[in-house]
């Protein structure tokens, strides 16, 4: 009697909530209700926000005002009009600055690149560019990648591949680019892709950090600090990654030093060139050494930006190519006509990575990915003053401003009918070269003085991580997951993929 009674419940809860979804939508668009806004809006639909934004903007021709609780800062104005997006990125970025409000968000990532604006910005970003293009950057990081790749990356894959072991690939790949990143910024390997899978604390850190971020977004003020000064919920998550985060990366400053001390010592150890060495060194890239907090917010900013960026996108595309095997078929037809092989524990390994940049559909196939799925769903901004878009929307002064990253690629008013199609074809011309779209269109990098100064960097590491799984492996999706992102800053699958390996040659 007492199941029957709860099915009952069961039932009558979920038409009564699908009745009042129906009810509180106006024309497809939120109802904006008395004192609690469009609130009800959000909490019926967390479990599909980044899906609930492309349909809003989608309706209401790609900009839409977010009216959060009455006498709270819970607002925004959410826009992927091309135009606007253009006009707040690029033509009019003085007025719309990340601010206090991005601040309240990642203020855990401190005073670095990441979070600041102005002439600070200035500062920081030329820091990173001159190291992203130095020449020692470039020969460090062809040596760490294939050393990365024909040790590791194969030694895992190899290992699930003998024993027909079901791997989370969102998770190897997330090890994998941290490894490299780490290599790259603080000239230490902390190992975490391995057979023995070691806990990997910095991206459990970052995780959080970013779950608690979109829910800062959401939530009144008041609501997240009460939960922070009670230590609840993502809030207590988020000050053990703050903690993950010190811990980490004094240990890395300490270690670092003492390479450097024993380097004096013994002239003749091999050099290495990292941005933490850089640093410490006061190398013409980064100048004077700084305090030891700049240190230590510019390398976790490096760190962030190589731990989940080509990661989650890497994940996002062998799970776009598992449903349309054709595709696969013409990225290895692609490999065999452009790339050098060399031979590595019975595998065909790419022994040229400069040939990469041959390969035309890949980096097609990629673009659709970022399309469709790009690694920063969101990307946030404050107006400074009163200022009117190109839509002829008005915006107030503290007015928080939601670009629809991830909306824009389903646009059809952008990408025809067919938006919501994984087509690398659309990104190849007729003749057989990539079309390049206006940064405002396709957004995955962001547009104007901020696009990610990484954007290059990214496609190399995705061509040579790519190349050498598709080569040399079948990669197989385990059927009934639930393929589904996070609530969080960052386009994550919430359990990740599993998936099946087998090795091709044997």
């Known amino acids: 009697m007492t199941v029957l009674v709860y099915l009952g419940f069961l039932v009558f809860g979920i038409i009564f909530l699908r009745l009042l979804y129906r009810f509180i939508h106006n024309n497809g668009l939120p109802r904006n209700w008395p004192l609690l806004g469009m609130i009800p809006t959000v909490l019926l639909n967390l479990h599909r926000p980044h899906d609930e934004v492309a349909d809003v903007l989608k309706r209401s021709n790609g900009t839409f005002f977010f009216k959060g609780l009455w006498l709270t800062n819970t607002s925004f104005l959410a826009t992927s009009d091309p135009e606007n997006v253009r006009y707040i990125l690029s033509s009019n970025n003085s007025v719309y600055l990340k601010g206090s409000e991005w601040l309240k968000q ?87 892709l391995s057979i023995e899978f070691p806990e990997n604390r910095f991206h459990k850190a970052i995780s959080d950090t970013l779950e608690a971020a979109f829910y800062r977004y959401v939530m009144p003020d008041g609501l997240w600090k009460l939960q922070s000064w009670l230590q609840m919920g993502k809030e207590k998550k988020r000050t053990e990654a703050w903690k993950a985060f010190d811990d980490l990366l004094t240990h890395y400053i300490s270690m670092q030093r003492h390479k450097l001390e024993t380097k004096m010592a013994s002239p003749n150890e091999n050099d290495d060139f990292n941005f933490l060495k850089c640093y410490l060194t006061g190398h013409e890239i980064t100048g004077p050494t700084p305090k030891d907090s700049l240190i230590r917010d510019n390398i976790i900013h490096f760190l962030f930006a190589s731990d989940d960026t080509y990661s989650l996108t890497l994940t996002w595309f062998f799970y776009l190519i598992s449903k349309t095997p054709m595709v696969e078929i013409k990225i290895r037809e692609e490999i065999k006509r452009h790339l050098s092989m060399k031979q590595v524990q019975g595998l065909q390994i790419p022994s040229n990575f400069e040939e990469l940049s041959k390969l035309t559909y890949l980096h097609a196939a990629f673009n659709e990915t970022l399309r469709l799925f790009p690694p920063i769903p969101f990307e946030f901004r404050t107006c400074t003053k009163l200022d009117f878009l190109p839509s002829g929307h008005r915006v107030d002064r503290n007015t928080r401003i939601l670009i629809g990253i991830h909306a824009m690629g389903r646009m059809e008013s952008l990408w025809g009918e067919d938006c919501y199609e994984f087509k690398p074809e659309r990104w190849i011309s007729e003749e057989g070269k990539i079309k390049r779209e206006s940064p405002t269109k396709f957004c995955a990098f962001l547009a104007g003085p901020r696009i990610c100064p990484g954007k290059e960097l990214s496609f190399l590491l995705m061509k040579a991580t790519a190349t050498t799984i598709i080569h040399n492996y079948d990669i197989h999706v385990i059927e009934g997951q639930n393929i589904s992102p996070k609530n969080s800053a960052f386009y994550e699958m919430k359990k990740g993929l599993m998936v099946g390996v087998k090795n091709r040659w044997s």
């Open 106 to 192: 990642f203020d855990i990532f401190g005073e670095a690149l990441f979070n600041s604006d102005g002439e600070a910005w200035k500062r920081h970003r030329k820091v990173f560019h001159a190291f992203l293009h130095h020449p020692q950057f470039k020969q460090s990081l062809s040596k760490v990648l294939h050393q990365r790749i024909e040790g590791e990356l194969v030694k895992v894959l190899e290992y699930a591949s003998r024993r027909e072991m079901v791997l989370n690939l969102q998770d190897l790949f997330v090890r994998h680019a941290f490894d490299i990143g780490c290599l790259m910024a603080v000239g230490l390997n902390p190992g975490v």
